[in-house]
């Protein structure tokens, strides 16, 4: 999509094409997408015809993002992938709010989705991109959404930024060759991530950040959402109040957890009665042994991010499972054990053992009636199957 195509979307005329588009697109793979094309090119040119359609497109694409809202709102195809998950950027924009910052300025600020999030949190926010479009789709957002907020086209290293409360940053992770994982290839570049650290100021950063990266005095706080880890934030001094936390986002609401919570070393434990799964974020928060302590249990293994506890919790911070038996390791018995259990359907889990589930599913080929789950780790540096059951 250019630039003018989308500036004619936003016409009445755009708009009733897209409200036609909408009426017409059956959802992506069906046979309606040509039957769709096909009409809107007969009621406009086809340049403003795949304007449309792409539009609905992306926003059935992203109500997995920003759930009702993503029918109001405007998306580019990197901008909708790039953007930060709503219920994520809802926390961040919380816990800015109640900072009470004068204002917060977005540096680089894609399609606008962490805009939207501070404006509907009550703060005054401005946004900036290099990219034309992008502003322009940010800003239309706003617009939809009838929310405040300025955007404009500028470079974020280029801007004096002592008139803003606090900064947001959200550096590019990608480049032609795809994710990138060292902070030297942000852009923008780690020194100015550094800098910008100096002042009040939030950056997201990949889950992946090694610890010893994280400078003294900010907070580094790894997010996860329904279960997957989605980004860790890195909090300057003046908003910091941790060193290490992780936050648990659910459907049910919001946990977290920090390195004040835990107790440092745990023992390591044989097999217990329970089994305990940590969360993906507490996993890269370094709090699995928090975990421990909060279910009076130990570690499985002193490499290993599993707890095993003799007393059932119920906890956001970890999957909890009872365990009913431990199987033999071995392939051929691990089979012959679940053939005899008359298990068909199994759910593999594992850490810290080089298997890959799928592979091991089929030549198990078990074909059982019952349904259970098998948890493949280490226990004390030794291989050990357990047959478990969630709760």
């Known amino acids: 999509m250019d630039l003018d195509a989308f500036?004619?979307?936003?016409?009445?005329?755009?708009?009733?094409?897209?409200?036609?588009?909408?009426?017409?697109?059956g959802g992506p793979g069906t046979s309606d997408l040509v039957r769709t094309t096909t009409a809107l090119r007969r009621e406009a040119t086809p340049e403003h015809a795949a304007a449309a359609l792409t539009q609905v497109e992306l926003r059935t694409r992203?109500?997995?993002?920003?759930?009702?809202?993503?029918?109001?709102?405007?998306?580019?195809?990197?901008?909708?992938?790039?953007?930060?998950?709503?219920?994520?950027?809802?926390?961040?924009?919380?816990?800015?709010?109640?900072?009470?910052?004068?204002?917060?300025?977005?540096?680089?600020?894609?399609?606008?989705?962490?805009?939207?999030?501070?404006a509907r949190a009550g703060l005054t926010a401005a946004g900036v991109d290099q990219d034309p479009l992008r502003v322009e789709v940010a800003r239309?957002?706003?617009?939809?959404?009838?929310?405040?907020?300025?955007?404009?086209?500028?470079?974020?290293?280029a801007l004096d930024l002592a008139g803003f409360g606090v900064v947001f940053a959200d550096p590019a992770r990608r480049t032609a060759r795809?994710?990138?994982f060292d902070v030297n290839a942000y852009s923008p570049p780690w020194p100015f991530v550094l800098s910008l650290l100096q002042?009040?100021?939030?950056?997201?950063?990949?889950?992946?950040?090694?610890h010893d990266l994280v400078p003294d005095g900010v907070e580094a706080e790894w997010v996860s959402d329904e279960g997957e880890v989605k980004e860790a934030a890195l909090w300057?001094?003046?908003?910091?109040?941790?060193?290490?936390?992780?936050?648990?986002?659910?459907?049910?609401?919001?946990?977290?957890?920090?390195?004040e919570d835990d107790p440092g070393e745990q023992s390591v434990r044989g097999v217990q009665g329970y089994l305990y799964e940590p969360d993906g974020a507490v996993i890269r928060a370094g709090l699995v042994t928090a975990v421990a302590a909060g279910v009076n249990g130990g570690l499985l293994d002193e490499h290993i991010?599993?707890?095993?506890?003799?007393?059932?919790?119920?906890?956001?911070?970890?999957?909890?499972?009872?365990?009913?038996?431990?199987?033999?390791?071995?392939?051929?018995?691990?089979?012959?054990a679940l053939r005899a259990r008359n298990i068909g359907?199994?759910?593999i889990k594992k850490r810290g053992v080089n298997v890959v589930p799928d592979e091991l599913r089929k030549r198990l080929a078990l074909k059982g009636d019952g349904e259970a789950t098998v948890v493949l780790t280490r226990v004390a540096g030794r291989g050990t199957a357990l047959l478990v059951r969630p709760f």
């Open 140 to 157: 239309a957002n706003l617009d939809a959404l009838g929310l405040g907020g300025a955007v404009q086209v500028a470079d974020g290293t």
């Open 305 to 336: 991010a599993y707890v095993t506890s003799d007393q059932s919790f119920s906890t956001p911070f970890a999957r909890s499972y009872q365990v009913l038996e431990a199987l033999p390791y071995k392939e051929k018995s691990l089979r012959a």
């Open 345 to 347: 359907r199994l759910t």
């Open 178 to 180: 795809g994710r990138v």
């Open 62 to 118: 992203a109500r997995a993002k920003f759930a009702d809202l993503a029918d109001r709102m405007y998306f580019t195809p990197e901008g909708l992938e790039q953007a930060t998950r709503l219920r994520v950027a809802e926390h961040r924009a919380a816990r800015l709010a109640a900072a009470a910052p004068s204002s917060v300025l977005d540096l680089g600020c894609g399609i606008g989705g962490d805009l939207v999030a501070f």
């Open 236 to 259: 300057s001094p003046t908003l910091a109040t941790v060193r290490r936390r992780a936050t648990v986002i659910r459907s049910t609401g919001l946990a977290t957890l920090t390195d």
């Open 7 to 25: 500036r004619w979307l936003l016409t009445s005329e755009g708009q009733s094409l897209l409200e036609r588009a909408a009426g017409l697109y």
């Open 199 to 210: 002042r009040a100021s939030c950056v997201k950063v990949a889950p992946g950040i090694p």
